[in-house]
């Protein structure tokens, strides 16, 4: 029998000195201290689990609500009769309604408890997308979707701003990662089986799906998260909207942090619009191969997630911020000059630029969680997501003005926006150093293995 600290791997392959197909075995000799050194285990107690877990659950709901709606687009259009202009203004709508609504809420949101504000939008959200499934009409459908982007847009912000308070610097990365983990599970499970719904049912199905969730979702939240008070509590006078605004602008590091959210945002949507019909019209994708795309693109992020968390709190929120948004430039370059291969290769570089995506938005995230006092973080989170919707909306409309279809049905001019988004994430990696974060500046407000019941 092999000791523990062996690492035994087989397989079949081409030695050099025997010069064909032999079957081989490796054996890796582990030594323990260097072992332990990558041991990933979750450094949480089981409320701390729970709240990430309720905090995921509703990131999963709300992502999905917001990424199914352009695959809908071919159920959508002939149900209600409407063209891709109409379309695009259902789509719009969400991300404009959400900006204005995170906007206006970052002028309040820290005067109450963040477990309140949360509850609140979600329950708004929910409603708005029950009314989406049930909508008869496309004006109905769009006022639908106004509603759900006006609460939704107080989503995000509190999430992160509960993760913030709830864990330390050191374990930020960590649960930003479990956080963020909901984006991979809504591509890799949510978008494909509620396109199954809306292909077998209708297209109402979906939307009727997530409500039910969320249905489900806000009583548990409510049980088990604890009240997020400590911030009104932490001994500073509330900041009135005007002197909010004023302190944002006054502090460079917040302005800072947010260009970094914002460009990020702009560079990695640049890609995202015509990913799908470049991968159809030039790549040679058929629909279940573009499906594929997004599941493996969708599992690699899930399963990278939790690892790139604790390596920026290991070694670093900024050093793994520089090396996984420096390693992504080759992926984009891949991605939009990619041209008609075997498509095994083609979701090998896809599932490495989704897994690098997620590598550059989890340190990013806790760098930006930082440069705010916590009586202040849903304010400024607020701003942080209002500038997320902006900037992902600009990157579809610059894109389709540098993009466009060709009598071929093939998309032109797709590497130039290519180009475009590794110009932006570069930048980014220079935006990132400007930010200079102290981990004992800011501490969590919030101790949530005492206060979680």
Avoid at 133 to 159: H, S, T
Avoid at 263 to 279: K, Q
Avoid at 423 to 442: E, G, M, Q, R, W
Wanted: glycine residues 8%; proline residues 5%; positive net charge.
């Amino acid at each position: 029998m092999l000791p523990p600290n062996l690492l035994v791997l087989s397989g079949l392959g081409v030695l050099p000195y025997f010069n064909k197909p032999t079957s081989f075995w490796v054996v890796f000799r582990v030594q323990t201290p260097t072992f332990a050194h990558f041991n990933f285990r979750l450094y949480m107690n089981w409320k701390e689990r729970v709240l990430l877990l309720l905090l995921a659950a509703i990131n999963f709901t709300h992502i999905l609500d917001f990424m199914i709606m352009m695959p809908l687009g071919n159920f959508l259009m002939p149900y209600f009769k409407i063209n891709t202009q109409q379309f695009s203004v259902v789509v719009a709508s969400y991300s404009l309604s959400a900006f204005v609504s995170g906007l206006v809420a970052a002028f309040f949101v820290d005067r109450f408890d963040r477990k309140k504000i949360l509850i609140f939008g979600y329950t708004g959200f929910i409603i708005g997308t029950i009314c989406c499934g049930i909508a008869p009409e496309y004006e109905l459908l769009l006022a639908a979707r106004i509603l759900a982007g006006l609460f939704g847009g107080l989503i995000g912000a509190q999430v992160l701003s509960i993760v913030a308070d709830s864990f330390a610097y050191e374990r930020r990365g960590q649960a930003m990662g479990i956080l963020l983990s909901a984006f991979s599970l809504a591509s890799v499970i949510g978008v494909p089986f509620s396109l199954v719904l809306a292909g077998n049912i209708s297209w109402h199905a979906p939307f009727i799906l997530i409500g039910a969730m969320g249905i489900v979702i806000i009583p548990l939240v409510h049980r088990f998260l604890p009240s997020m008070t400590h911030h009104l509590d932490a001994g500073r006078a509330h900041v009135k909207p005007v002197a909010l605004l004023r302190n944002i602008l006054g502090n460079s590091q917040q302005l800072i942090a947010l260009l970094l959210n914002g460009a990020l945002m702009l560079g990695h949507f640049l890609i995202i619009p015509f990913l799908n019909p470049y991968m159809e019209h030039n790549v040679g994708f058929n629909e279940t191969q573009r499906n594929l795309v997004y599941m493996v693109g969708g599992l690699a992020s899930f399963f990278s997630a939790p690892f790139i968390g604790k390596l920026a709190d290991k070694y670093g929120k900024h050093r793994v911020f520089y090396i996984f948004a420096s390693s992504s430039l080759v992926t984009i370059f891949l991605i939009t000059n990619m041209p008609p291969i075997k498509y095994y290769w083609v979701l090998t570089v896809t599932g490495i630029w989704f897994a690098l995506s997620t590598g550059r938005a989890i340190p990013a995230q806790a760098i930006i969680s930082n440069v705010v006092h916590p009586e202040q973080r849903g304010s400024f989170m607020s701003f942080n997501s209002s500038f997320q919707q902006m900037f992902t909306g600009m990157a579809s409309l610059i894109a389709g003005f540098i993009v466009f279809q060709g009598k071929d049905n093939k998309i032109h001019n797709y590497a130039l926006v290519g180009y475009l988004s590794i110009v932006i994430v570069l930048i980014t990696i220079f935006i990132a150093k400007a930010i200079h974060t102290d981990p004992k500046k800011y501490e969590p407000v919030t101790p949530v293995q005492e206060e979680v019941v």
